[in-house]
C-alpha cells in the first residue's frame, strides 16, 4: 500500500476512535445470533478467513462468517450448519459466505458441487447461491444440489424437494422439485430442464447426514437452533439433576478434563476472541448453554426446545461463554491494545447457570438480554444491571457476584498470553494455578483488550499449498442481492482495534472503513455482478403446460419437453403457497412426549420422508438407540465415580504426608503411583470408548439389515373398498 493511503487510513481510525459517542450501540450494531459451524472434513479441505488472503488448513468447529472461504481438494468433503440448515461440498469445491446475518445467508460457489439441507425457513429468512452465471434463491425447505462447471459458464440444479429461482441473463426461471436444471451462458441464460437423476454416492452421503440430524436424541432437549445439536448423542448421555433438569454429560477420555481446556483462541470478527474446540462435538456446548459441576462430574446445561405456547427466542450464539480471572498475574481486566506484557498469564473458568455473559464487542441491550435468557434461565434485571455497569458505564470488574464454577478445583484453565493469542494448543500450554489463588482473585466478564496478530485469525491450521487456482479466487458471481462490502484488509483491521485499545470494532466501522480503504488503495470490490431485472419470467418443470412451449431463440431459452409458462409470483422471496412453520411454532413432533416419532409438517408434503417407511421399526429402532445410550451412560458414570474416588484417596494421603513432614523419597513414591494410577485410568477410559463404539456399530448393522428386509417385502394389499351404496341411501334423513 502507498504511504498516503496508510496515512488516510489512519487518520479514518482515530476519527473514529474519538468521536463515536460514548454511549452503547444501536440495536443494528449488534452481530449475528448465528455463525456456520464447520462440522465435518474429510480430506484435503482449505480455509481463508475474511480479509487475510492466506490459505491453512481447515479446522472443524471453526466458526465460519461473512468474508470467509473454504476450498475442498479433489476427493475431499466438507460440511457447514446454520440454523436449521445444512451445507455439504464436494471435491474441488470453491465456496465462501459472501453475506451471512440473521436474515439472509448468501453463498458464492464459483466452482464445484454444494448440497444445502433446509429443514425450515423464517418468513423473513432468505437462502441465495451466486454462481458465475446465475444467482438461485430458494423458496421451501427442501434439498438442492447446485453444481458450477470449471469453465464457471454453466450451472446444474437439482432441485429433489422444495422449490426455488433462478435470476440471470435477464430472465428468471422457477424450478419445481424433482427437476434438474441447466443453465449455460452468462449474458443470456438458456435452461435446458430434466427430471432428477438417480443419486451418486454423495447425494447417499448428504441423505445420511440429513437422517443422523433428523434421529438425534437431542432434540428432545436441545432447541434444533443450536448449531451442533447433532453430534452429542454420540459423545455423551442425558441425565436428570435436580435444580437444572435434563444434563448432558460429555464421555471424555481425558483425566481432569474441564470445558474450555482443550481447544485454542483465535480472533473471529466481528466477536473477537472466540473459543475453538477440539472434541468433534466441542461446537453447541461451548457457544450456548452453560456448564455445571455436579456429582463430580462436568455436565451441559442447553438452550431447550420449542414448547407449544411459551414464547421462543431463537439461541444466540456466543464466542465463549466463560469470565476471566484478574490479579498481579492474570490479564483479566486489563487492556493491553498491542499485545500482552512479559510474563502476564490469561486465565478463564466457564460460566454457570443463572450467570450472565457479557459481550467485549459492540452490543445493544436487546443483544445481551437475547444472548442470555436463550442460553440460560436468568432474570432481565439482572442482565440489565450487567449491561449498565460493563457496557455502558466500562466497568468490567464484576462487584458482588458469586461465580459457582470458580471454586470449583481444576475449573480454572490458564495460559501463556503467547499462546493465548497465537492460537496454540491450550491443552499443551497450560499455566499451573493455585486453587486458593484463583478462587480469590477478582473475576472479570470481557476478554482480555487486546489487539490479535494475524495468527490468531488464521487459527491453528497449518499453512498449505492447497488451494483454488488464482483465476478462479477472481471469478466474479452473479448476485441478485447486493452484498456488503468486500471484507477489510487485516492490517487495516488490526490497526483500527489498537486504536480502540485492545477491543473489537463495530460492524458499521469495519464497513465504513472497507470502503475508505477500497476507494483509497484502488482495491478491486468483490467479484459480484449485480443481475440486471428480469425481463422474462417462466416456470420450468413439473408445474408447466406443455402447450406453452418458448421459442428456441428466445432469451430465457427453456429446452424441454413440458414447456413453460410466464409465472407472477406475488412476493420474490415466497411463493403464495410456501409451506412454512412459524419460526415460533412447534417443530418436529413437539407434542410427541416420548419423541420417538418425527413430525414432518414444516415441510412440503413432497419433501416428507417416504411414507412407506414402517413407522413401527423406526419406533423400535429409536428406542434401542436410547437403551443402548442409556446402558453407555451408566457405565461411563460408574466407571468416573471410581475414578473420583481414586483421586480422592490420592489427595488425602499427599495431605497427610505433607502435615506428617514427610521425607522428599515418599513424596515422590506417592507421585510416581499418581501418575501410574492416571494412565491406568485414562486406559480405561478409552477401553470404554472403544467397547461403546463397537456396541453401537453391532446395533447400526443390525437395523441395517432390518430396514433392507422390512424394504423387500411386499406392500400390503389395499384394503377392499366399501360395498356402494344406493342413491337413496347416500341422501340425507329429513
Same mark, same amino acid.
Given at each position: 500500500?502507498?504511504?498516503?493511503?496508510?496515512?488516510?487510513? *489512519?487518520? *479514518?481510525?482515530?476519527?473514529?476512535?474519538?468521536?463515536?459517542?460514548?454511549?452503547?450501540?444501536?440495536?443494528?450494531?449488534? =452481530?449475528?445470533?448465528?455463525?456456520?459451524?464447520?462440522?465435518?472434513?474429510?480430506?484435503?479441505?482449505?480455509?481463508?478467513?475474511?480479509?487475510?488472503?492466506?490459505?491453512?488448513?481447515?479446522?472443524?468447529?471453526?466458526?465460519?462468517?461473512?468474508?470467509?472461504?473454504?476450498?475442498?481438494?479433489?476427493?475431499?468433503?466438507?460440511?457447514?450448519?446454520?440454523?436449521?440448515?445444512?451445507?455439504?461440498?464436494?471435491?474441488?469445491?470453491?465456496?465462501?459466505?459472501?453475506?451471512?446475518?440473521?436474515?439472509?445467508?448468501?453463498?458464492?460457489?464459483?466452482?464445484?458441487?454444494?448440497?444445502?439441507?433446509?429443514?425450515?425457513?423464517?418468513?423473513?429468512?432468505?437462502?441465495?447461491?451466486?454462481?458465475?452465471?446465475?444467482?438461485?434463491?430458494?423458496?421451501?425447505?427442501? !434439498?438442492?444440489?447446485?453444481?458450477? +462447471?470449471?469453465? $464457471?459458464?454453466?450451472?446444474?440444479?437439482?432441485?429433489?424437494?422444495?422449490?426455488?429461482?433462478?435470476?440471470?441473463?435477464?430472465?428468471?426461471?422457477?424450478?419445481?422439485? $424433482?427437476?434438474?436444471?441447466?443453465?449455460?451462458?452468462?449474458?443470456?441464460?438458456?435452461?435446458?430442464?430434466?427430471?432428477?437423476?438417480?443419486?451418486?454416492?454423495?447425494?447417499?452421503?448428504?441423505?445420511? !447426514?440429513?437422517?443422523?440430524?433428523?434421529?438425534?436424541?437431542?432434540?428432545?432437549?436441545?432447541?434444533?437452533?443450536?448449531? &451442533?445439536?447433532?453430534?452429542?448423542?454420540?459423545?455423551?448421555?442425558?441425565?436428570?439433576?435436580?435444580?437444572?433438569?435434563?444434563?448432558?454429560?460429555?464421555?471424555?477420555?481425558?483425566?481432569?478434563?474441564?470445558?474450555?481446556?482443550?481447544?485454542?483462541?483465535?480472533?473471529?470478527?466481528?466477536?473477537? @476472541?472466540? @473459543?475453538?474446540?477440539?472434541?468433534?462435538?466441542?461446537?453447541?456446548?461451548?457457544?450456548?448453554?452453560?456448564?455445571?459441576?455436579?456429582?463430580?462430574?462436568?455436565?451441559?446445561?442447553?438452550? $431447550?426446545?420449542?414448547?407449544?405456547?411459551?414464547?421462543?427466542?431463537?439461541?444466540?450464539?456466543?464466542? /465463549?461463554?466463560?469470565? @476471566?480471572? $484478574?490479579?498481579?498475574?492474570?490479564?483479566?481486566?486489563?487492556?493491553?491494545?498491542?499485545?500482552?506484557?512479559?510474563?502476564?498469564?490469561?486465565?478463564?473458568?466457564?460460566?454457570?447457570?443463572?450467570?450472565?455473559?457479557?459481550?467485549?464487542?459492540?452490543?445493544?441491550?436487546?443483544?445481551?438480554? %437475547?444472548?442470555?435468557?436463550?442460553?440460560?434461565?436468568?432474570?432481565?434485571?439482572?442482565? +440489565?444491571?450487567?449491561?449498565?455497569?460493563?457496557?455502558?458505564?466500562?466497568?468490567?470488574?464484576?462487584?458482588?457476584?458469586?461465580?459457582?464454577?470458580?471454586?470449583?478445583?481444576?475449573?480454572?484453565?490458564?495460559?501463556?498470553?503467547?499462546?493465548?493469542?497465537?492460537?496454540?494448543?491450550?491443552?499443551?500450554?497450560?499455566?499451573?494455578?493455585?486453587?486458593?489463588?484463583?478462587?480469590?482473585?477478582?473475576?472479570?466478564?470481557?476478554?482480555? /483488550?487486546?489487539?490479535?496478530?494475524?495468527?490468531?485469525?488464521?487459527?491453528?491450521?497449518?499453512?498449505t499449498r492447497v488451494q483454488p487456482p488464482a483465476a478462479l479466487q477472481n471469478r466474479a458471481v452473479v448476485a441478485k442481492t447486493a452484498p456488503p462490502p468486500a471484507p477489510l484488509p487485516f492490517?487495516?483491521?488490526?490497526?483500527?482495534?489498537?486504536?480502540?485499545? &485492545? !477491543?473489537?470494532?463495530?460492524?458499521?466501522?469495519? !464497513?465504513? *472503513?472497507?470502503?475508505?480503504?477500497?476507494?483509497?488503495?484502488?482495491?478491486?470490490?468483490? =467479484?459480484?455482478?449485480?443481475?440486471?431485472? =428480469?425481463?422474462?419470467?417462466? /416456470?420450468?418443470? +413439473?408445474?408447466?403446460?406443455?402447450?406453452?412451449?418458448?421459442?428456441?431463440?428466445?432469451?430465457?431459452?427453456?429446452?424441454?419437453?413440458?414447456?413453460?409458462? =410466464?409465472?407472477? #409470483?406475488?412476493?420474490?422471496?415466497?411463493?403464495?403457497?410456501?409451506?412454512?412453520?412459524?419460526?415460533?411454532?412447534?417443530? +418436529?413432533?413437539? %407434542?410427541?412426549? %416420548?419423541?420417538?416419532?418425527?413430525?414432518?409438517?414444516?415441510?412440503?408434503?413432497?419433501?416428507?420422508? %417416504?411414507?412407506?417407511?414402517?413407522?413401527?421399526?423406526?419406533?423400535?429402532?429409536?428406542?434401542?438407540?436410547?437403551?443402548?445410550?442409556?446402558?453407555?451412560?451408566?457405565?461411563?458414570?460408574?466407571?468416573?465415580?471410581?475414578?473420583?474416588?481414586?483421586?480422592?484417596?490420592?489427595?488425602?494421603?499427599?495431605?497427610?504426608?505433607?502435615?506428617?513432614?514427610?521425607?522428599?523419597?515418599?513424596?515422590?513414591?506417592?507421585?510416581?503411583?499418581?501418575?501410574?494410577?492416571?494412565?491406568?485410568?485414562?486406559?480405561?477410559?478409552?477401553?470404554?470408548?472403544?467397547?461403546?463404539?463397537?456396541?453401537?456399530?453391532?446395533?447400526?448393522?443390525?437395523?441395517?439389515?432390518?430396514?433392507?428386509?422390512? /424394504?423387500?417385502?411386499?406392500?400390503?394389499?389395499?384394503?377392499?373398498? #366399501?360395498?356402494?351404496?344406493?342413491?337413496?341411501?347416500?341422501?340425507?334423513?329429513?
Amino acid at each position: 500500500m502507498k504511504p498516503r493511503a496508510v496515512i488516510t487510513v *489512519l487518520i *479514518l481510525i482515530f476519527t473514529f476512535a474519538l468521536v463515536s459517542p460514548k454511549r452503547a450501540a444501536a440495536d443494528d450494531e449488534d =452481530p449475528p445470533s448465528r455463525v456456520a459451524r464447520l462440522s465435518f472434513t474429510s480430506g484435503e479441505v482449505s480455509f481463508d478467513p475474511a480479509g487475510t488472503d492466506e490459505w491453512v488448513s481447515a479446522e472443524v468447529n471453526r466458526p465460519i462468517t461473512t468474508g470467509d472461504k473454504l476450498w475442498t481438494a479433489d476427493g475431499a468433503r466438507a460440511e457447514l450448519h446454520v440454523g436449521s440448515a445444512a451445507v455439504r461440498l464436494s471435491g474441488t469445491t470453491g465456496f465462501s459466505f459472501l453475506n451471512l446475518n440473521d436474515q439472509i445467508m448468501q453463498i458464492q460457489l464459483t466452482e464445484g458441487t454444494i448440497y444445502v439441507s433446509v429443514r425450515r425457513l423464517g418468513d423473513n429468512e432468505s437462502i441465495e447461491v451466486d454462481t458465475p452465471n446465475l444467482a438461485f434463491s430458494i423458496l421451501r425447505p427442501g !434439498r438442492y444440489r447446485l453444481n458450477v +462447471n470449471e469453465a $464457471g459458464d454453466t450451472t446444474i440444479i437439482n432441485v429433489r424437494d422444495g422449490e426455488g429461482e433462478v435470476t440471470g441473463g435477464g430472465s428468471s426461471f422457477t424450478v419445481h422439485p $424433482g427437476d434438474q436444471g441447466y443453465f449455460t451462458g452468462t449474458d443470456s441464460l438458456s435452461a435446458d430442464v430434466q427430471p432428477v437423476p438417480g443419486e451418486d454416492d454423495f447425494d447417499n452421503w448428504c441423505s445420511e !447426514r440429513d437422517l443422523r440430524e433428523e434421529h438425534a436424541v437431542a432434540r428432545k432437549y436441545v432447541s434444533d437452533d443450536v448449531i &451442533g445439536y447433532e453430534d452429542l448423542d454420540d459423545n455423551g448421555g442425558w441425565r436428570p439433576v435436580p435444580e437444572y433438569g435434563t444434563v448432558w454429560f460429555p464421555h471424555t477420555v481425558v483425566v481432569g478434563w474441564a470445558p474450555y481446556r482443550y481447544g485454542h483462541w483465535a480472533w473471529v470478527s466481528p466477536w473477537g @476472541w472466540t @473459543w475453538v474446540d477440539d472434541a468433534p462435538w466441542g461446537f453447541a456446548p461451548f457457544h450456548y448453554g452453560r456448564w455445571v459441576y455436579v456429582g463430580g462430574a462436568w455436565g451441559w446445561i442447553p438452550a $431447550g426446545p420449542r414448547v407449544v405456547g411459551v414464547a421462543y427466542v431463537r439461541p444466540v450464539y456466543a464466542p /465463549a461463554l466463560v469470565a @476471566w480471572v $484478574g490479579g498481579p498475574r492474570f490479564a483479566g481486566g486489563v487492556a493491553f491494545g498491542g499485545g500482552f506484557a512479559a510474563g502476564v498469564s490469561v486465565g478463564w473458568f466457564p460460566l454457570g447457570p443463572r450467570e450472565v455473559f457479557v459481550p467485549s464487542y459492540p452490543v445493544s441491550r436487546r443483544y445481551v438480554n %437475547n444472548v442470555n435468557i436463550s442460553n440460560t434461565t436468568v432474570n432481565e434485571t439482572v442482565v +440489565n444491571n450487567y449491561y449498565n455497569t460493563t457496557i455502558v458505564n466500562k466497568n468490567v470488574t464484576v462487584n458482588n457476584v458469586h461465580y459457582v464454577n470458580q471454586n470449583v478445583s481444576g475449573a480454572v484453565t490458564a495460559t501463556s498470553g503467547q499462546a493465548f493469542s497465537s492460537a496454540q494448543p491450550v491443552g499443551r500450554n497450560m499455566v499451573a494455578v493455585n486453587q486458593r489463588e484463583v478462587a480469590a482473585a477478582p473475576a472479570y466478564s470481557a476478554a482480555p /483488550a487486546v489487539a490479535p496478530p494475524k495468527q490468531a485469525v488464521l487459527g491453528a491450521g497449518a499453512a498449505t499449498r492447497v488451494q483454488p487456482p488464482a483465476a478462479l479466487q477472481n471469478r466474479a458471481v452473479v448476485a441478485k442481492t447486493a452484498p456488503p462490502p468486500a471484507p477489510l484488509p487485516f492490517a487495516q483491521k488490526q490497526q483500527a482495534i489498537q486504536a480502540n485499545q &485492545g !477491543r473489537p470494532i463495530s460492524i458499521t466501522q469495519s !464497513r465504513q *472503513l472497507a470502503v475508505q480503504q477500497a476507494q483509497t488503495a484502488h482495491v478491486a470490490a468483490a =467479484p459480484v455482478k449485480i443481475a440486471p431485472p =428480469p425481463t422474462k419470467t417462466m /416456470a420450468v418443470g +413439473n408445474a408447466t403446460h406443455p402447450n406453452t412451449a418458448v421459442s428456441p431463440n428466445t432469451q430465457g431459452q427453456v429446452n424441454n419437453n413440458r414447456g413453460v409458462q =410466464p409465472v407472477q #409470483p406475488t412476493n420474490p422471496n415466497r411463493p403464495p403457497t410456501a409451506i412454512n412453520t412459524p419460526q415460533n411454532g412447534n417443530v +418436529n413432533g413437539a %407434542n410427541n412426549s %416420548n419423541g420417538n416419532i418425527k413430525n414432518y409438517n414444516d415441510r412440503p408434503v413432497n419433501a416428507r420422508p %417416504n411414507s412407506s417407511v414402517n413407522p413401527q421399526l423406526e419406533q423400535q429402532h429409536t428406542q434401542q438407540l436410547q437403551q443402548l445410550q442409556q446402558k453407555h451412560d451408566q457405565e461411563y458414570q460408574k466407571l468416573q465415580q471410581q475414578q473420583q474416588q481414586q483421586q480422592l484417596q490420592q489427595e488425602q494421603q499427599q495431605q497427610k504426608l505433607a502435615q506428617q513432614n514427610a521425607d522428599k523419597l515418599k513424596q515422590e513414591q506417592l507421585q510416581q503411583k499418581q501418575q501410574q494410577i492416571q494412565q491406568q485410568q485414562q486406559q480405561q477410559l478409552q477401553k470404554l470408548q472403544e467397547k461403546q463404539n463397537a456396541e453401537r456399530q453391532q446395533l447400526n448393522a443390525k437395523q441395517e439389515t432390518e430396514h433392507a428386509h422390512a /424394504a423387500d417385502r411386499p406392500a400390503p394389499k389395499p384394503a377392499p373398498a #366399501p360395498a356402494k351404496k344406493d342413491k337413496e341411501e347416500d341422501k340425507p334423513h329429513h
